[in-house]
């Protein structure tokens, strides 16, 4: 099993800043890819950004150039970098891990977090 606690939201301003984290503990042989999604009222869950443990990098294109995911792999801990926030950033972000895990045999599996609200004031 893999267990995710993220960190960082919270209430920003308008061109503002914040930077959420998120740690991965348990038993996973390998944890491959890490990122970040969000939610918004009345949307589907979208992708934010990802990132392998080789360090390779997807963003959603509404992100690009205005956010930065990074991963510290000695401490199965992910990082994004918001800056410019505007009120289209708001919602609900939940760290997400596909790991490697043991059950019964190898099985490679998606864990998520609670989940950290990101409000964005006008």
């Known amino acids: 099993q893999v267990q995710l606690v993220e960190s960082g939201g919270g209430l920003v301003q308008a061109g503002g800043s914040l930077r959420l984290s998120c740690q991965a503990s348990?038993?996973?042989?390998?944890?491959?890819?890490m990122g970040w999604f969000r939610q918004t009222p009345g949307k589907q869950r979208e992708l934010v950004a990802t990132?392998?443990?080789?360090?390779?990098?997807v963003y959603a294109d509404s992100v690009k150039g205005r956010f930065t995911i990074s991963r510290d792999n000695a401490r199965d801990t992910v990082y994004l970098q918001m800056n410019s926030l505007n009120s289209e950033d708001t919602g609900v972000y939940s760290c997400?891990?596909?790991?490697?895990?043991?059950?019964?045999?190898?099985?490679?599996?998606?864990?998520w977090g609670q989940g950290t609200q990101v409000t964005v004031s006008s």
């Open positions: 997400n891990a596909r790991a490697l895990v043991m059950r019964d045999i190898f099985r490679e599996l998606d864990y």
């Open positions: 348990g038993s996973a042989v390998r944890i491959y890819t």
């Open positions: 990132i392998t443990d080789a360090g390779s990098t």
